[in-house]
């Protein structure tokens, strides 16, 4: 396995075990439902059309699109658990005709050329080990004319400074993040036209915030059971602080970006 | 300022100086006849504004954030319909309580009060109870038809509140306990000054006997105000501070769950927010503190509607004095009454304050409240199981000490969706959370002066009445119904009580009870220009 193999890999079974989803749960994205509206409504998404959900995790966002847009969803995750509960939990929200998962990979997304209308990715661009290669197969999948919402981590265009390397190393989607320059530029070589971007910086604020939170409330009701898997709390907790002081130096941000294939 | 919200300069057009957001109606605070009223925001704060034809215009604070009371609107839950309805619609809100049929939501709490009498005289009282030779207390046969009354209106109903008066001084409680257990209602909360809790330990020990009975609790609503003599003499008219303790350190001993319940007034008690909050965090019966703007009903002292207290201003007293613990969106309107009428926040903690290792942790900070209680964005949410939870707490019927309450609390912890990494499994871990978890509420009541028949048409909290109606509690404070209930049950004549408040000092006379009533002389009649 290649290391990018290896940190894909890792991301996806993450989902579920590193640091960030030890504490925020697999359905985690900065922004929450509100956020997702936002990215649908900046998609103009409507009634009948076809969307693809690049790492979908257990399908909350699909299952949303399909109620509230009327749309048809095809997700994609990485991780086979992950797509087995989203299929139970879409089944179980009666909605199996119009939302369905395929076990794949974002750089290899296992569905036809040109067939979609839209392509959206939520908290996982940044992930991508590959982004140029991902970022052509949001192009293939889509038809021309169709469009690619992407919410996601940015840095800084001087990338983050030392102290944060620590921390970047703990959290998978501030590893390998981009600025968002960097982002749009990867996206006009996949033949993509940048149409918005907007910065949503209060989501991953509160995003740190939760986690804070959560390993706190982890603290007080298993820190013994913690010490003993090896996980240093305190060391958590000072990152979650570095962390929160780089959003508000402007160093870490959220962002929402829409592209149109050309 | 004119009632019309305008500045004066002849020959040029003025903007007014105020956002208009909406028209309803209201009470003449002197003579409880209905009135238009209208909700008007300036400087980010929230009033309601009204003209009685005969008394003039009135207005006062009602919100101390506009932001929040606007963007709090989408946290207002569907209302249910109760299996009956009492009364019928007639003269429409607020004359035809009830239930009448255009009532928007079911009881998620009725509260009997067995008796007008009180070992206290305070100087605050809602209720102006007291010593006094010429009230009621209500018979067995009355309490088991108002107890029916509710179950019939509610099905399986669950938490009824005894208060009064005083109603641990009433002969039969314990009777009236065994009565409401009988039947079912989940919860017997007990409304008390604490007096009898201190001195009657066998009393303590006959509720702590009730609280286990299977599927049943009682619980303790303890008036407790804060810590400064001053604050007892001049809302107690006595310094209760040990009375309180040992009330406390009782019912602990008898296993009872006890909620503190702070009235608290501008320039008196609003400093000991936070010390409040901090010794019922440290006390092994307490579970939850409910603090409320003191209620401009009945017997209080005098103050000014245009800088009374509201809920926005309780939370943000308390993140000022405890800065480390809180911040203002640590609460959560409530969205089965009128979202404005009460927050609500859940801590878990970890020791007591002053210990090395205490730490408070507001539950909100750990899931997206709002992914689950937006009734206006959300047509899908995440989990339905785990909005149900969030529901029954951020609830009026939401009291520490109840199974469902705590049953919640654990769907809740479930939310947090981190199951089994690291070799912890945080809900299973969580299984004892509820011992460490605090409930905060927050609670302004209308008053004849805030009333708005928006919020009445929404409450959930009614006053059971001996006639066998169940009226919003704010409409029973405010509009007459307690007067009128008074005057059936105990023959002696009541007038209706108009607030203490400083624009109405030349309209009204004391009555017998200590409260204010309407000055019977032609000078009770407004200008109809300035706003009082």
Known sequence: MTSADEAKACCAASYGNDAVALVLGESYHPGGLALTRRLADRLQLRSGQSVVDVAAGPGATARLLATEYDVTVDGVDLGESTVTTARQTTMEAGLSERVRFHSGDAERIPLPSSRFDAVVCECAFCTFPDKATAAAEFARVLRPGGKVGITDVTITDAGLPDELRTLAAWVACIADAKPLTEYSRILGDAGFVVTRTEQHDDAIARMVEQIDARVRLLRMTAGKRLADAGVDVDAVLRYCTLAKQAIDDGLIGYALLIAERR | ?532
């Open chain 2, 1 to 532: 300022m004119t009632g019309n919200g305008q500045v004066d300069h002849p020959g040029q057009k003025q903007d007014r100086d105020e956002v208009f957001v909406e028209f309803t109606k209201s009470i003449c605070p002197v003579c409880k006849v209905p009135v238009d009223a209208q909700v008007n925001i300036r400087d980010n704060k929230v009033y309601l504004r009204k003209r009685c034809r005969e008394h003039g215009w009135f207005e006062a604070l009602t919100y101390g954030d506009a932001e929040q009371y606007l963007e709090s609107a989408r946290f207002n839950k569907p209302g249910t319909l109760p299996l009956t309805f009492q009364t019928e619609v007639k003269d429409g809100c607020p004359s035809d309580c009830g239930l009448c049929p255009e009532h928007k939501q079911h009881a998620c709490l009725g509260i009997i009060e067995v008796n007008t009498g009180c070992n206290l005289d305070c100087p605050i009282c809602f209720a102006d109870s007291g010593h006094q030779p010429d009230g009621y207390s209500i018979t067995r046969e009355q309490c088991e038809r108002m107890l029916d009354v509710f179950v019939e209106s509610e099905g399986e109903a669950e938490v009824v509140m005894f208060s009064g008066g005083e109603p641990t001084i009433h002969k039969q409680i314990l009777e009236f306990i065994d009565l409401a257990q009988q039947r079912p209602i989940r919860s017997v909360n007990l409304n008390t000054n604490g007096i009898r809790l201190a001195s009657d330990t066998r009393f303590v020990a006959a509720l702590g006997e009730r609280n286990d009975v299977k599927d049943r609790s009682v619980n303790i609503y303890l008036q407790f105000d804060g810590f400064d003599e001053r604050t007892h003499r001049e809302i107690r008219g006595k310094d209760l501070r040990e009375i309180k303790r040992r009330a406390l350190d009782n019912c602990a001993e008898a296993g009872l769950t006890v909620t503190l319940v702070a009235a608290i007034e501008r320039g008196l008690n609003e400093h000991e927010i936070g010390d409040v909050v901090e010794f019922g965090l440290s006390h092994p019966a307490v579970r939850s503190v409910a603090f409320q703007p003191v209620t401009h009903s009945g017997r209080h002292v005098e103050f000014d509607p245009m800088t009374r207290l509201t809920n926005p201003d309780v939370i943000k007293l308390l993140v000022e004095q405890r800065p480390d613990w809180f911040r203002k969106d640590d609460f959560f309107p409530v969205p089965c009454c009128f979202p404005t009428c009460r927050s609500i926040t859940y801590l878990v903690t970890e020791g007591a304050p002053g210990e090395p290792d205490f730490g408070v942790l507001p539950i909100p900070r750990l899931l997206q409240v709002e992914d689950y209680l937006d009734y206006v964005s959300n047509r899908v949410v995440p989990d339905y199981a785990i909005r149900e939870a969030l529901e029954k707490l951020w609830s009026a019927s939401a009291f520490m000490g109840t199974d469902v309450t705590e049953d919640r609390l654990r769907v809740a912890a479930e939310a947090l969706d981190c199951a089994d990494a690291c070799g912890v499994n945080l809900p299973e871990a969580m299984a004892d959370l509820t011992d460490r978890a605090f409930m905060i509420v927050v609670q302004d009541f209308l008053d004849p002066y805030t009333l708005n028949v928006k919020q009445l048409m929404k409450c959930c909290v009614e006053e059971i009445t001996p006639d066998g109606r169940l009226i919003p509690f704010c409409a029973y404070n405010s509009v007459g119904y307690r007067e009128q209930v008074r005057e059936q049950m105990s023959g002696v004549k009541v007038a209706d009580v108009v607030p203490n408040a400083i624009p109405l000092r030349q309209v009204v006379e004391d009555s017998p009870y200590g409260s204010k009533v309407a000055a019977d002389r032609d000078g009770a009649r407004g200008d109809g220009d300035g706003t009082r």
